[in-house]
């Protein structure tokens, strides 16, 4: 397995959280966390769960890499953290 993302939608918010998206080490550099995101970001287009145009994440503050990843498709940080962990949010087309 090269990695996984899970996706969940928070009916209270309402709003998209991608939970869990993880390359594995030994795949990284090779453009698979960015096919990942966009394939995750393709099906929350669609809407399956809700109409929320909003997408969330938190990460490692220390992740670079990530962090990177995440900006580059257009996240940007909330302000909000919890120790290690920052939070980007993307609103969606």
């Known amino acids: 397995m090269v ?3 899970m996706v969940i939608y928070d009916y209270d918010i309402p709003e998209y959280d991608i939970w869990h998206m993880m390359i594995d ?3 990284q550099k090779r453009g698979y966390g960015s096919a990942a995101l966009d394939r ?3 099906y ?3 809407k ?3 109409s929320s145009n909003r997408v969330t ?6 992740n670079i890499r990530a962090l990177n990843l995440y900006q580059s498709k257009g996240f940007t940080e909330t302000g909000a953290a ?3 962990e ?5 609103m969606m087309q």
């Open 3 to 5: 990695g996984y993302v």
């Open 40 to 42: 995750v970001l393709d």
């Open 82 to 84: 919890d120790e290690d």
């Open 48 to 50: 399956p769960f809700g």
């Open 57 to 62: 994440l938190t990460c490692n503050r220390e």
């Open 86 to 90: 920052i939070e980007l949010f993307l």
């Open 25 to 27: 080490e030994s795949y």
């Open 44 to 46: 929350i287009k669609s």
